[in-house]
């Protein structure tokens, strides 16, 4: 049976699952389109604040399943196109979400497992965990986005090393590279993202979501158009109603209460 990305909410957050653990979580077109249904949901609905991804189990996510990519090849190459049609389309969904996606990362991320963490705004990893793009060490290139992230966010040398020697790298040293957020006892990545999580849905989700477009927008963009952006936020974020609410709480002494 092909993987699932199973969903579960608690509280603001929707806990998205993906569950194979015979194959390390490994994905699947329908994984990924039930998490693009899942993401499509969790921008829909105002009282899902942040979004949490995770695998079952031992492990966050195996990559590709090798042998359901063995058997395309006896295809041809149309139900693999699809496949990472969905497969990018979870990346894109994950990056433009409006909301804070936060990764909880146990045992081993692989391949486009580490293009799903990547995707996501914040990372809790248990300190046992590793990441390995381990494409080379089955001929195949990276997917999921992983080298338009890595390139943006570690030095070339080591991003080379990384997608061409496929070697395990531990989640310190991914701290060490501001690649992670926070490093927990392992079993331990849920129960701290989860607090994240609600500290982040008492937040004005207005101003988080202005946040995340402004950043994901700075990566390319020329300093007079970012300025300009931050201008237009800054002033819509000022004068929408949760911009009052957090100012007078602020000189007030009292907790915000922003509406969604």
Not at 18 to 34: F, G, I
Not at 54 to 60: L, M
Not at 132 to 159: C, E, I, K, T
């Amino acid at each position: 049976m092909a993987s699932q990305m199973l969903t579960e909410q608690r509280g603001g957050a929707l806990i998205l699952t993906l569950t194979d653990p015979a194959t390390r979580n490994s994905l699947s077109p329908e994984a990924n389109r039930q998490a693009l249904d899942a993401l499509a949901q969790a921008q829909a609905d105002p009282g899902i604040r942040c979004v949490l991804l995770r695998g079952d189990g031992d492990h966050f996510c195996g990559g590709g399943n090798l042998p359901r990519l063995l058997g395309v090849r006896d295809i041809g190459p149309e139900p693999q196109l699809e496949s990472l049609r969905l497969l990018h389309g979870v990346v894109q969904a994950l990056v433009q979400l409006p909301k804070p996606v936060i990764a909880c990362v146990e045992g081993f991320a692989a391949g486009a497992g580490v293009g799903l963490v990547l995707a996501c705004d914040l990372v809790v990893a248990a300190d046992d965990a590793q990441f390995v793009f381990s494409y080379g060490r089955v001929g195949l290139s990276p997917d999921a986005g992983g080298s338009w992230q890595l390139a943006r966010r570690v030095p070339r040398a080591l991003a080379m090393r990384w997608l061409w020697l496929g070697e395990p790298v531990s989640a310190t040293e991914w701290q060490a590279h501001g690649l992670v957020n926070e490093l927990v006892p392992q079993g331990q990545t849920l129960t701290r993202a989860l607090a994240l999580a609600e500290r982040l849905a008492a937040m004005a989700p207005n101003a988080l979501a202005s946040a995340k477009q402004l950043m994901n927008q700075a990566v390319n963009a020329p300093l007079q158009e970012q300025l300009d952006r931050e201008r237009d936020h800054f002033v819509q974020n000022l004068f929408h109603a949760n911009g009052g609410e957090g100012i007078r709480a602020f000189l007030e002494k009292r907790k915000p209460r922003f509406e969604g």
